[in-house]
């Protein structure tokens, strides 16, 4: 017999700024994202987080922010860094200061790591965030039972726009190859213009896919069940 095809719908960024935080609730609400993930260090996480305790529904992790870059003139080049990533204490101090400020903010422990451009890959911040996670029990992004997606995006690795990936028909397309078992399917909604950044034109753009009819409807004839990290800590099926 098959296994489950099980499906966690997660937006990154949540708390970065108002409009960002507009599409994932749009994005909850009436489409398909079950988790988010909060960026503590930004203004519009007080109200993220409101939000997140009044809707116990939206699982909701903590988006680690150790910095940006953006892609100019074929060279990345840093928005903001927050801490010296080749330094280990620095690491280590910010990513448990930034889980203290979550449990400040939303009134209980994340259910889930992951960081801004996956910057918890490097090998010199990988090893503090991983130990964090053991020591929280929850699901790292990359390195736990939940098989991480990245398809759903509208910029190639040049920063130059893909928007048919994240149409309604690229979604669906996403959603017809996800393999069984566990799975994260990962997105940035947003409504307005109001964060800097190399992903702003396409926020809008997931937000409408993720609200078409025609996905959730595509979910349940190919018999994905949308779960979240809240969900799988009951079931505990996320382990590392």
Same mark, same amino acid.
């Given at each position: ?24 609730? @749009? ?15 930004? #203004? ?6 409101? !939000?997140? @305790? +009044? ?54 422990? #994340? ?10 890959? +490097? &090998? ?18 990359? %390195?736990?039972?939940? +098989? ?40 940035? #909604? ?8 190399? !992903? ?12 078409? &009819? ?14 979240? %990290? ?11």
């Amino acid at each position: 017999m098959r296994e489950e095809r099980l499906l966690i719908v997660n937006a990154d960024d949540f708390g970065q700024s108002p409009g960002v935080n507009r599409g994932i609730i @749009q994005a909850h609400e009436r489409g398909i994202v079950t988790s988010a993930s909060l960026m503590v260090r930004w #203004p519009a996480a007080f109200e993220a987080a409101a !939000y997140a @305790q +009044r809707h116990p529904a939206l699982s909701v992790g903590l988006h680690l922010d150790f910095g940006e870059w953006s892609l100019r003139n074929s060279e990345w080049r840093a928005l903001y860094e927050v801490v010296d990533l080749e330094d280990d204490d620095a690491v280590q101090e910010e990513t448990a200061r930034q889980i203290d400020a979550f449990v400040r903010l939303v009134g209980r422990e #994340p259910t889930h790591l992951d960081s801004h451009q996956h910057v918890h890959k +490097r &090998p010199t911040v990988k090893g503090s965030v991983a130990v964090a996670a053991d020591r929280l029990g929850v699901p790292l992004r990359h %390195f736990s039972n939940v +098989r991480y997606c990245g398809s759903f995006y509208g910029q190639n690795e040049d920063g130059s726009p893909i928007h048919h990936a994240i149409s309604v028909d690229g979604l669906i397309s996403v959603l017809s190859s996800l393999p069984s078992g566990v799975n994260e399917l990962a997105c940035h #909604p947003g409504l307005g213009d109001d964060v800097e950044g190399m !992903y702003r034109k396409e926020r809008e753009l997931e937000v409408e896919s993720l609200c078409d &009819p025609r996905v959730r409807s595509r979910l349940e004839s190919l018999g994905i069940r949308l779960t979240s %990290f809240a969900d799988l800590a009951v079931a505990n099926l996320a382990g590392g």
